[in-house]
């Protein structure tokens, strides 16, 4: 992590730590989602910051548009079946993380009681062994997953190939999340509507709630933009794996003010083009 904190939203501290600096700058990111008009004022510091350290400025935003999301769903007679509890999804599907969130994790898991610690450790260790052991697709193999930087994360053929192993998610635990509050941006934007029987194996109709913005592929492509590389995602059970084989990208530090600039930029031309789908 950056010694100098780089954000605030709303006057709030974007992450953990003892000291923060003064808000240097604002930074207003409105967005028009669904129709309401969603207002994000950031206060960034003046110092360095490395791509972990956008994180949670992401998920701040990420939460303030699901609300929205889900309040116009319900209002519309909606239903959400997702709950504490409910893992089905969990041990299902890849999750894709951004080159940042990669790299938050990592911190996020070292700074971890010990026991906590180890025991991730171990559950990431081992769910690698299994994935590196049966001959997964290509883009597993030592490289993380090559993305489009204008749409949605393109994994079918992975997540086809990893529903196979039926490998749960090595952070669940009794159908409990253990890294709830630092859970990847693409398990907070996943919600279903409908019946919750669908999703054990029941009869019913469900489908994925579409997100007006996809923060995975924000930051994704932020990481590319500043580092100079393919937009890349990293899958949750080799992401541990990944960061040991790359510390010197959690080591690279841009200017705070600048990196929030262009992420906000980022944002705003995701939201400005869905909504253009959406009219079209």
């Given at each position: 992590?950056?010694?100098?904190?780089?954000t605030t939203v709303?006057?709030?501290?974007?992450?953990?730590?003892?000291?923060?600096?003064?808000?240097?700058?604002?930074?207003g990111l409105e967005l028009d989602i669904l129709g309401k008009e969603v207002n994000f004022p950031i206060g960034v510091g003046k110092g360095q910051a490395g791509l972990?350290?956008?994180?949670?400025?992401?998920r701040t935003l990420c939460a303030k548009i699901i609300d929205v999301v889900l309040e116009n769903i319900r209002s519309d007679g909606g239903r959400i079946p997702c709950c504490k509890g409910c893992a089905a999804c969990c041990s299902r599907y890849l999750v894709p993380?951004?080159?940042?969130?990669?790299?938050?994790?990592?911190?996020?898991?070292?700074a971890a009681p010990g026991y906590r610690r180890e025991s991730m450790s171990r559950a990431c260790l081992l769910a690698a062994r299994r994935i590196l052991s049966q001959e997964p697709p290509k883009p597993f193999m030592g490289?993380?997953?090559?993305?489009?930087?204008?749409?949605?994360?393109?994994?079918?053929?992975?997540s086809d190939w990893?529903?196979?192993?039926?490998?749960?998610?090595?952070?669940?635990?009794?159908?409990?999340?253990?890294?709830?509050?630092?859970?990847?941006?693409?398990?907070r934007e996943y919600f279903v509507k409908g019946s919750a029987g669908v999703c054990k194996g029941q009869r019913g109709i469900a489908?994925?709630?579409?997100?007006?913005?996809?923060?995975?592929?924000?930051?994704?492509?932020?990481?590319?933009?500043?580092?100079?590389?393919?937009?890349?995602?990293?899958?949750?059970p080799l992401a541990l794996v990944w960061c040991e084989d790359n510390p010197a990208r959690a080591e690279r530090t841009w200017p705070a003010a600048m990196m929030v600039k262009r992420f906000v930029e980022v944002v705003k031309a995701m939201a400005r083009k869905d909504s253009t789908a959406v009219v079209a």
């Open positions: 992590m950056a010694e100098n904190p780089p709303g006057g709030e501290p974007m992450r953990t730590g003892d000291t923060y600096n003064c808000a240097a700058e604002v930074i972990a350290d956008i994180v949670p400025l992401a993380l951004s080159v940042p969130e990669a790299l938050r994790l990592k911190e996020e898991i070292s490289q993380p997953a090559q993305v489009s930087p204008a749409g949605p994360v393109d994994l079918d053929l992975m990893y529903a196979g192993l039926k490998l749960a998610c090595p952070f669940l635990d009794n159908n409990l999340c253990t890294i709830y509050e630092q859970r990847p941006l693409a398990c489908e994925v709630v579409e997100m007006p913005v996809q923060l995975p592929n924000a930051l994704a492509q932020l990481a590319s933009e500043l580092e100079g590389t393919s937009v890349e995602a990293v899958i949750l």
